[in-house]
């Protein structure tokens, strides 16, 4: 209770007197049911941040088991790899779109929504909730919309099959006897 009061109190200060440019969760090996993340802050002294960049990176190219093997190529690993990335292995490695995006943090990712990798969320929406810093509190989930048939028409067709093996079971029976 006290730890957590503290780490609120920790994460006010940042928010209120330094920028808070980047954080990101990484889904490696869960401890504890809870996900590393990095918080990088940067002085402005300028009185504190007005928005917060927030990344969603979910890997750095390499297993999240124990062994942590390489998923691609050693060209292709690393913040700045040889070989430029496809989407898939985007996928797979995470590390130079979030260096990309870094670099963006004052213009372009200012504009992307919520729903997307990265995007910035504004001080009074901190300050709202709680100075809470995690990815999800603030990222927006698009469900897809499921459309199903209706209950009527499906026991209509199971009645129509059971129908089916009916017959195909008095075939049977003929063939049988």
């Given at each position: 209770?006290?730890?957590g009061m503290?780490f609120?109190q920790?994460?006010?200060v940042?928010?209120a007197?330094h920028?808070?440019?980047?954080?990101?969760k990484?889904?490696l090996q869960?401890?504890r049911d809870?996900?590393?993340?990095?918080l990088?802050?940067?002085?402005?002294?300028?009185?504190?941040a007005?928005?917060?960049?927030f990344?969603n990176m979910l890997a750095d190219g390499?297993?999240?088991d124990?062994k942590?093997q390489?998923l691609?190529?050693e060209?292709k690993?690393?913040?700045t790899?040889?070989?430029?990335?496809?989407?898939?292995?985007?996928g797979?490695?995470n590390?130079?779109?979030?260096l990309t995006r870094?670099?963006?943090r004052?213009?372009t990712?200012l504009?992307?929504p919520?729903t997307?990798?990265?995007f910035c969320?504004?001080k009074?929406?901190?300050?709202?909730?709680?100075?809470?810093?995690?990815?999800?509190?603030?990222k927006?989930v698009?469900?897809?919309v499921?459309?199903?048939?209706h209950p009527?028409?499906?026991?209509?067709?199971l009645?129509?099959?059971?129908?089916?093996?009916?017959t195909g079971?008095?075939?049977l029976?003929g063939?049988?006897?």
């Amino acid at each position: 209770m006290i730890a957590g009061m503290i780490f609120k109190q920790f994460r006010r200060v940042r928010i209120a007197y330094h920028f808070s440019r980047f954080s990101d969760k990484l889904s490696l090996q869960k401890v504890r049911d809870a996900y590393p993340t990095r918080l990088i802050f940067t002085k402005t002294n300028s009185g504190g941040a007005d928005k917060v960049w927030f990344y969603n990176m979910l890997a750095d190219g390499w297993s999240l088991d124990d062994k942590r093997q390489p998923l691609l190529s050693e060209e292709k690993l690393g913040v700045t790899p040889a070989e430029a990335l496809t989407e898939a292995e985007h996928g797979k490695n995470n590390l130079p779109d979030v260096l990309t995006r870094w670099e963006l943090r004052e213009t372009t990712e200012l504009e992307r929504p919520r729903t997307e990798q990265s995007f910035c969320v504004p001080k009074a929406d901190i300050v709202a909730n709680g100075y809470d810093l995690s990815i999800n509190r603030y990222k927006e989930v698009v469900h897809e919309v499921i459309e199903h048939r209706h209950p009527k028409d499906i026991m209509a067709k199971l009645a129509e099959l059971e129908d089916e093996i009916q017959t195909g079971m008095k075939k049977l029976e003929g063939m049988l006897f």
